[in-house]
T-cell receptor, first 115, second 115 residues
Framework: DTGVSQDPRHKITKRGQNVTFRCDPISEHNRLYWYRQTLGQGPEFLTYFQNEAQLEKSRLLSDRFSAERPKGSFSTLEIQRTEQGDSAMYLC?????????????FGPGTRLTVL | AQTVTQSQPEMSVQEAETVTLSCTYDTSESDYYLFWYKQPPSRQMILVIRQEAYKQQNATENRFSVNFQKAAKSFSLKISDSQLGDAAMYFCAFRITSGTYKYIFGTGTRLKVLA
């Protein structure tokens, strides 16, 4: 069990550019989540996958955001035409439906700075 | 709407002493899970303790215990024999058991441990 990993850990981009983040969940976990955390706030839910199916999306996930989990393993989160308001920590978490409480385990996050 | 409130932005505790972090939540659901996560500076969030709402017995994990008052919708975390390594942001979260897998987080409490 190597834990949830995310890449890159830090990303600095200019407004209007596209960025893509990757998340590798714990290997036996079939559920994967994306959250966004801004300074001084708790994480806010963005979206959730069960295997490769995206089953829930927050209203926070605007049309500029898209997430995929093509083979039910790793996931990518893409932000198009970035805005300064997108600057935040993007957290990925995973869980298994085989555990009773379905506890989510978090990765280290990708910190995005939009200039 | 479901919300989590952590009314203490920052708390301090002397090493080896006991501290209690407060959390209240609001939901109309009767079945849910509650969690406390710890986020050390620049490090990933880790699970501290979890509680199933249907259980009357308060959860404990070594030096960490909760006081779960379902009627009052209160879920406080008690840390006994505080250690320097306990210094971190602590987030309270909950998840209802049906219809969604997203966690709702509070805004966090920063815990400082004084030597």
């Amino acid at each position: 069990d190597t834990g949830v990993s995310q890449d890159p850990r830090h990303k600095i981009t200019k407004r209007g550019q596209n960025v893509t983040f990757r998340c590798d969940p714990i290997s036996e976990h079939n559920r994967l989540y994306w959250y966004r955390q801004t300074l001084g706030q708790g994480p806010e839910f963005l979206t959730y996958f069960q295997n490769e199916a995206q089953l829930e999306k927050s209203r926070l996930l605007s049309d500029r955001f898209s997430a995929e989990r093509p083979k039910g393993s790793f996931s990518t989160l893409e932000i198009q035409r970035t805005e300064q308001g997108d600057s935040a920590m993007y957290l990925c978490a995973s869980s298994s439906d085989l555990t009773f409480t379905d506890t989510q385990y978090f990765g280290p996050g990708t910190r995005l700075t939009v200039l | 709407a479901q919300t989590v409130t952590q009314s203490q932005p920052e708390m301090s505790v002397q090493e080896a002493e006991t501290v209690t972090l407060s959390c209240t939540y609001d939901t109309s659901e009767s079945d849910y899970y509650l969690f406390w996560y710890k986020q050390p500076p620049s490090r990933q969030m880790i699970l501290v303790i979890r509680q199933e709402a249907y259980k009357q017995q308060n959860a404990t994990e070594n030096r960490f215990s909760v006081n779960f008052q379902k009627a009052a919708k209160s879920f406080s975390l008690k840390i006994s024999d505080s250690q320097l390594g306990d210094a971190a942001m602590y987030f309270c979260a909950f998840r209802i058991t049906s219809g969604t897998y997203k966690y709702i987080f509070g805004t966090g409490t920063r815990l400082k441990v004084l030597a």
